[in-house]
């Protein structure tokens, strides 16, 4: 069954759910290629400021669907490869998207449904809410980035114990360990998430993709790379409109017009 990606918009902010609640939002190649359209849109699109992704019915997303990978033990290589590099070119575009992607997630997320939630720049739980890293329990390995995305912000202890048990962890362990931003009563993790999006979106679009841009990199480059990177980032932020507006709004004592400045590109 093809995936429903619904769009919706608050302001500057554009909500996307993976509505698919009859298998918990399942992922498919349907909505690797679909979401990745959507925030190619997005990125073009100089009224929205954030981007929330969120799951229908109450749940983030189980993952991929156990009845179609089931079907894969007797599908050619090449045809399962093409779905994962699929999987894979999705959570490329997130990282690649200049817009902050927030997930809100209730209920829980498993397998690849924590690869996407991780893949997000920030993560808003429910306090009953948890990731499982599931692959295990059914005989796989983790894919969609699983591994590269919690090693960047777990201990390698705890994102073992995650990938060899399938155990599922709350999302208080989660928050304490840094993996999760915010951690808020269930039933409000999207109307949180929406806010901070509306709060995020009101900033400087420009200024927040190269700060999205080093934070990703981090990881991955040495302190001279990095200090490079910083470095020439820094100075085409410098003739940038965007910290012309910031620093004359800061001297000016004023709120800063970033949204003129959108709406005059």
Not at 55 to 78: H, M, S, V, W, Y
Not at 131 to 137: D, E, G, L, Q
Not at 176 to 188: E, F, K
Request: charged share 25%; aromatic share 4%.
């Amino acid at each position: 069954m093809p995936a429903t990606i619904e769009i919706e918009r608050q302001g500057d902010v554009m909500i996307v759910t993976n509505d698919f609640p009859e298998t918990r939002n399942a992922l498919n190649a349907d909505f690797y290629t679909g979401f990745a359209d959507t925030l190619a849109t997005a990125d073009k699109d100089q009224t929205i400021g954030a981007i929330v992704l969120t799951g229908g019915g109450k749940f983030f997303c189980a993952g991929g669907d156990l009845n179609r990978l089931k079907k894969f033990a007797t599908t050619p290589e090449l045809e399962r490869r093409d779905s994962i590099n699929r999987l894979h070119a999705m959570i490329k575009a997130m990282a690649e998207c200049s817009k902050p992607i927030i997930a809100a997630v209730e209920g829980g997320a498993a397998g690849a449904g924590v690869s996407l939630a991780a893949a997000c720049d920030l993560i808003v739980m429910a306090e009953n809410a948890y990731f499982s890293v599931s692959y295990v329990k059914i005989g796989l390995s983790p894919d969609g980035g699983a591994t590269a995305l919690l090693a960047q912000a777990l201990p390698r202890q705890l994102m073992t114990e995650m990938c060899l048990t399938g155990d599922k962890v709350d999302a208080v362990r989660l928050l304490d360990a840094g993996l999760v931003n915010r951690v808020v009563p269930a039933g409000t993790v999207l109307e949180e998430a929406a806010a901070w999006g509306a709060r995020l979106a009101k900033g400087p679009a420009r200024s927040m993709a190269r700060v999205k841009d080093l934070c990703r990199a981090a990881q991955e480059n040495s302190l001279s790379k990095q200090l490079d990177m910083e470095r020439d980032l820094m100075i085409a932020s410098q003739t940038d409109p965007e910290s012309i507006e910031g620093i004359s709004a800061f001297l000016e004592k004023r709120p800063a017009d970033y949204a003129k400045l959108r709406r005059e590109d």
